[in-house]
């Protein structure tokens, strides 16, 4: 298994609504991120979990929560999301922080009215 | 801080070769990396450059790296138009946990 997969596909919620993006990959990797792509925009880093623990957050606002239960699974958790955080959501992992290559999953584009 | 530059579009007929270029700030990125993206889907990792080597060839892809003028380029050869999407140049950073990302080129491969 050399993917990365990503459920749901598509999301569409209000500002007041709860709901989780989840993220799974099964190459053994220990590093896994959480990036936001607006429209013709690259990528922007979000989170970065290593073994299992965070260690990076792009200074994300709280309405974004991530969670790593075991180091095949990421979650994001999201609430009183805002309509400008409507994008495209990505999960990537690698073996290990530093230099090594990331692999994308293939996104969850999330919709906020 | 770290930038990455590439330009938004590069039109080419069916079987030419394409160049993509790429320009980048930090000088100890570990790794400089090209991603493509077809529409609606994620990033495909399409190859990657250690710093301290020149060039890399896959098949019909070929990477240079000047390092001295922070200068990457993509090069396809005989390009299909299943080549058409948006390719990203990327560096890491010095611990090696972020990429950074240009802003993508736009490829469109005409018939």
């Known amino acids: 298994d050399t993917e990365v997969t990503q459920t749901p596909k598509h999301l569409v919620m209000g500002m007041t609504n709860k709901k989780s993006l989840k993220c799974e990959q099964h190459?053994?990797?220990?590093?896994m991120y959480w990036y936001k792509q607006k429209a013709k925009k690259p990528p922007e880093l979000m989170f970065v979990y290593s073994y299992e623990k965070l260690s990076i957050n792009e200074s994300v606002p709280s309405r974004f929560s991530p969670e790593c239960p075991n180091s095949s699974l990421l979650n994001l958790h999201l609430h009183a999301l805002q309509p400008e955080d409507s994008a495209l959501y990505l999960c990537a992992s690698s073996p290990g922080t530093g230099g090594r290559e990331q692999f994308f999953g293939p996104g969850t584009r999330l919709t906020v009215l | 801080g770290e930038d990455v530059e590439q330009s938004l579009f590069l039109s080419v007929r069916e079987g030419d070769s394409s160049v993509i270029n790429c320009t980048y700030t930090d000088s100890s990125s570990t790794y400089l990396y090209w991603y493509k993206q077809e529409p609606g889907a994620g990033l495909q990792l399409l190859t990657y450059?250690?710093?301290?080597?020149d060039m890399k060839q896959d098949q019909r892809l070929t990477v240079l790296l000047n390092k001295k003028d922070k200068h990457l380029s993509l090069r396809i050869a005989d390009t299909q138009t299943g080549d058409s999407a948006i390719y990203f140049c990327?560096?890491?950073?010095?611990?090696?946990?972020?990429?950074?990302f240009g802003g993508g080129t736009r490829l469109m491969v005409k018939p």
């Open positions: 990327a560096e890491n950073d010095n611990a090696g946990n972020m990429l950074t």
């Open positions: 450059i250690f710093s301290n080597m």
């Open positions: 190459m053994g990797h220990r590093a």
